[in-house]
């Protein structure tokens, strides 16, 4: 099971010429299997990025959003007070940003990779990261 940051989810749905080699193998690999994983905080994320402009869709944003969550190879994980404790007790040197702190929570109490270009979360090596 690995995890997709906002960013690598989008790039997944949109634009997959952007992930890495390394990000494209392990989702290939974990996308068979059903375990391919994207923290709820993430929809949040992406709606806000559509409301905002950053992010461009061709349809209204509940059938863009039907699109990028695609179950079964796409399952979103739910905020769970764990999760809030984690993101809460990550390091202060970590980034501050609460999505961020979210997911990479998520990734630790699931105990699987973080799929990240963030180069902020991939320093702070709280987490196992792929790019």
């Known amino acids: 099971m690995i995890l997709l940051d906002t960013q ?27 375990g391919l994983r994207i923290a709820a905080i993430s929809v949040w994320e992406a709606v806000w990025l559509y409301r905002k402009g950053k992010v461009r869709s061709a349809g209204p944003i509940r059938a863009w959003l039907a699109d990028l969550v695609e179950p079964p190879a796409l399952q979103v994980e739910p905020l769970s007070p764990e999760i ?38 991939r320093a702070a090596n709280v987490v196992e990261t792929i790019w």
């Open 8 to 34: 690598a989810w989008l790039y997944l749905g949109r634009a997959p010429e952007l992930l890495s080699r390394r990000a494209t193998s392990a989702i290939r690999r974990h996308e068979k299997s059903g």
């Open 84 to 121: 809030c404790l984690t993101a809460a007790e990550l390091p202060l040197t970590f980034p501050s940003d609460p999505a961020d702190r979210l997911i990479a929570a998520t990734a630790i109490v699931l105990r699987c990779p973080l799929v990240t270009a963030d180069e902020r979360i």
